[in-house]
Nanobody, 129 residues
Framework: QVHLEEFGGGLVQAGGSLRLSCASS?????????????MGWFRQAPGKEREFVGF????????YYADSVKGRFAISRDNAKNTVYLRMSSLKPEETAIYHC?????????????????WGQGTQVTVSP
C-alpha cells in the first residue's frame, strides 16, 4: 500500500508563491516504491470537481501541466527523499483549493483522476485577493 501525505499549504496573497510537498511511503501491489512511480497533482475547489494540475514521470524527466498553470507551476521530485514538490507562483484567488498528490497511475490518461489508485488527504491552499 502506498501512503501519500501533502505538506506546505497555507494562506498566500494573490501573486504570491507557495511550495507544496508530497511524501510517499510504502509499496504498490507490484512492490514498486516511489522512485518507480509516476506522480500527479490535482486540486479541488469548493463545489467543483477535482481537476488536473500537473504530472511527472517516475524519472522526473518529463512533466506535463494543465494549460491554466503552465509557466507558473513547476513539479520536481527527489527520489532519494520519496518526495514530489509543486512550486506555485503568481497564484490567483480562483486557485484556492485543496491540493492533492496522487500515485498508482498505470493506465489511462495522466490528467484523469480515475487513472490513479493512491491519493493523499490534501493540503489547503488559500489565495487572498
Amino acid at each position: 500500500q502506498v501512503h501519500l501525505e501533502e505538506f506546505g499549504g497555507g494562506l498566500v496573497q494573490a501573486g504570491g508563491s507557495l511550495r507544496l510537498s508530497c511524501a510517499s511511503s510504502g509499496r504498490d501491489a507490484s512492490g514498486r516504491t516511489f522512485s518507480n512511480l509516476s506522480m500527479g497533482w490535482f486540486r479541488q475547489a469548493p463545489g467543483k470537481e477535482r481537476e488536473f494540475v500537473g504530472f511527472t514521470t517516475w524519472s522526473g524527466n518529463n512533466m506535463y501541466y494543465a494549460d491554466s498553470v503552465k509557466g507558473r507551476f513547476a513539479i520536481s521530485r527527489d527520489n532519494a527523499k520519496n518526495t514530489v514538490y509543486l512550486r506555485m507562483s503568481s497564484l490567483k484567488p480562483e486557485e484556492t483549493a485543496i491540493y492533492h498528490c496522487a500515485s498508482g497511475h498505470y493506465s489511462g490518461t495522466y490528467y484523469d483522476t480515475t487513472s490513479y489508485i493512491y491519493w493523499g488527504q490534501g493540503t489547503q491552499v488559500t489565495v487572498s485577493p
